[in-house]
């Protein structure tokens, strides 16, 4: 791959427009400021990350996530764009470099948009309503990349359609992103029908073309598939992947220590052990001074994520060919050195141990279950059965942008699994309780 072909401000579903001309603001800043003003985005405030929310103690939420995550992705790409400028400095399109950053940045915005409510609980209750509960019987009315599409349900495959699905009464090309937004989103840049045991992939059935006309505009190397697509990640993923990989696990201790899941030792122990040396010698002597306990914890979070944008960076910028060639093996925040490394696996193993099996989090799981599965199970009968009086005021409540109408079933179900994943964990709740006859419009 190069990387004058990945970076690409061609848009999605707006090719005819596209022209090459320079504005006060880049396409890929566009991008990122389309997504901002979005109601997608907006509705992420109310959408869990991994502590139940709202509560007395402030805890991220999938916004506040992805906005961080955002603000690490693009000091990993200004880093690598640095490098790689000065490094391609005599090539023609080394301009071109200067949107690594953006285009990063606007992809970690945008690289949970797809995740349905109630957190990573909330994706397998779609997977398992479909593998294991009530939407079994649906299988024989199904072709068989159409089920796994169901019954491997990915927020990642989720969030490339909806930003490139044009729903009733919206534009062509969804939102319209640019190409190397859009690819570096795909973290799994293969079809539901190569998806392994993590039931891990990139684009429903439904957006397959479409990822294929991005992926091959912009050069991504295609492997040869028997029973599927499959391409090598646009490089620009691994970036994204590890802005997100140094957040959610570094700001899910920050939050463990407000909520009192982890004490004040345990948690600066876990942090401090990413350093040695002078290094360490500084941040010892900064604590002596910060005496606030929140404070200290904030500071040394802060020294972590630098440490772990520096190591990720220089891996990114020394494996480039490697990437290039699409070759490269695991996530760049497997490859750092051994003492972040080391602090990185446990800070992994301390997460598993004390925060997602703790038991405000699993009841959010156990309760988010339960009410995506009744969705689900009512919204279902309702697209298969329209004819039914409850199934009409049901639909009715439904916007129109979703094709509860379309003519395929899969088509419908789609629509259905639109309609729950785009909703916060409040409406979800509140739906869940009125078809239950749980909750009553004020009289």
């Known amino acids: 791959m190069s990387w004058e072909r990945l970076l690409s401000a061609k848009r999605f579903g707006m090719e005819r427009y596209h022209d090459e001309r320079h504005h006060t603001r880049s396409d890929f ?27 007395s103690v402030f805890v991220h939420n999938r916004l506040t996530h992805s906005l961080e995550v955002s603000c690490v992705g693009r000091s990993l790409g200004n880093n690598v764009s640095a490098i790689f400028s000065e490094k391609y400095a005599d090539k023609p399109w080394v301009d071109k470099l200067q949107g690594i950053g953006p285009i990063v940045s606007a992809a970690c915005l945008a690289h949970d948009m797809g995740n349905p409510p109630f957190g990573h609980s909330g994706e397998r209750a779609i ?29 990642n495959a989720n969030a490339f359609r909806l930003l490139t699905h044009q729903f009733n009464g919206r534009r062509q090309g969804g939102f319209a992103m640019t190409y190397s937004t859009l690819a570096s989103i795909v973290k799994y840049p293969h079809s539901s029908t190569l998806a392994k045991k993590k039931g891990k ?20 190397i295609r492997m040869k598939e028997e029973d599927g697509v499959r391409y090598c990640r646009h ?12 957040c959610y696990q570094i700001m899910d201790i920050e939050d463990a220590h407000k909520l ?42 802060s020294c972590v994520i630098g440490v772990l944008v520096d190591e990720c960076s220089r891996i990114f910028c020394e494996k480039e060919d490697i990437l290039l060639e699409g070759k490269f093996e695991g996530a760049l925040i497997d ?33 988010g279950n339960r009410i995506i599965s009744i969705l689900l199970d009512k919204l279902t009968d309702a697209v ?34 639109d309609y729950i994943s785009g909703m916060t964990d409040v409406y979800a709740l509140d739906l869940y309780r009125k078809i239950n006859g749980m909750s009553l419009p004020a009289v």
């Open 127 to 155: 997977a398992t309503y479909f593998s294991e509960g009530n939407g079994m019987d649906l299988k024989k009315f199904l072709k068989e990349d159409e089920w796994k599409d169901l019954t491997h349900f990915e927020g």
């Open 384 to 417: 298969i059965n329209p004819q039914k009086a409850y199934s009409q005021l049901l639909l009715n409540k439904v916007p129109t942008q979703y094709e509860m109408q379309a003519e395929s079933l899969y088509n419908r179900l789609q629509a259905v699994i």
């Open 335 to 367: 490859h750092i050195g051994t003492v972040p490394c080391k602090a990185y696996q446990d800070c992994s193993k301390a997460a598993y141990a004390y925060i997602y099996k703790s038991s405000d989090v699993l009841d959010i799981e156990l309760a």
């Open 235 to 246: 490089p620009l993923v691994y970036l994204v992947e590890a802005a997100d990989d140094i």
């Open 29 to 55: 800043q566009r991008d990122y400021d389309r997504l901002v003003f979005s109601a997608p985005f907006r509705r992420l405030q109310n959408k869990t990350q991994v502590f139940p929310l709202p509560g």
């Open 201 to 220: 992939f990139g684009f429903f059935k439904s957006e397959e073309a479409d990822f294929i006309k991005v992926a091959e505009d912009l050069g991504m």
């Open 260 to 301: 009192k899941i982890l004490t004040t030792d345990t948690t600066k122990k876990l942090l401090l052990s990413f350093f040695e040396g002078q290094r360490l010698e500084h941040i010892m002597e900064t604590l002596d001074i910060v005496t606030d306990i929140n404070e200290q914890i904030a500071y040394l979070r």
